[in-house]
């Protein structure tokens, strides 16, 4: 079974920028989709973003629009979050997963094979 591991989350200011990586252990294939999740202290973790992995269809939620990228490295079986204009609200643990999905855009929820998180701080 595929693993993954989060990498790249850090201590931002306002206004600042992160770009989180998630690493595969081995090959994901066609038909999957990989999402990016937070979760802060006292909060129920929350969707962020996703991507098919086939055709790279996109989707976000509200808060972060205009603002997240999600991307991926087919050949390197690696997704990307690239989150700009950071707020403090955007402080959390930040976890990827994957699901098999055949739906032309990837799901928001069902993911079944998650990594440990990387924790993300924005101070204000």
């Known amino acids: 079974q595929v693993q993954l591991a989060e990498s790249g989350g850090g201590l931002v200011q306002t206004g600042g920028s992160l770009r989180l990586s998630c690493a595969a252990s081995?090959?994901?294939?066609?038909?999957?989709?990989m999402g990016w999740f937070r979760q802060a202290p006292g909060k129920e973790r929350e969707f962020v973003a996703a991507?098919?992995?086939?055709?790279?269809?996109?989707l976000y939620v509200d808060s972060v629009k205009g603002r997240f990228t999600i991307s991926r490295d087919t050949d390197e079986n690696t997704g990307y979050l690239q989150m700009n204009n950071l707020e403090p609200e955007d402080s959390a643990l930040y976890y990827c997963?994957?699901?098999?999905?055949?739906?032309?855009?990837?799901?928001?929820?069902?993911?079944?094979?998650w990594g440990p998180g990387t924790q993300v701080f924005v101070s204000s």
């Open positions: 997963a994957i699901v098999r999905s055949r739906t032309p855009l990837p799901p928001r929820h069902g993911y079944d094979t």
């Open positions: 081995g090959r994901i294939s066609s038909g999957y989709a």
């Open positions: 991507i098919g992995w086939s055709w790279g269809n996109t």
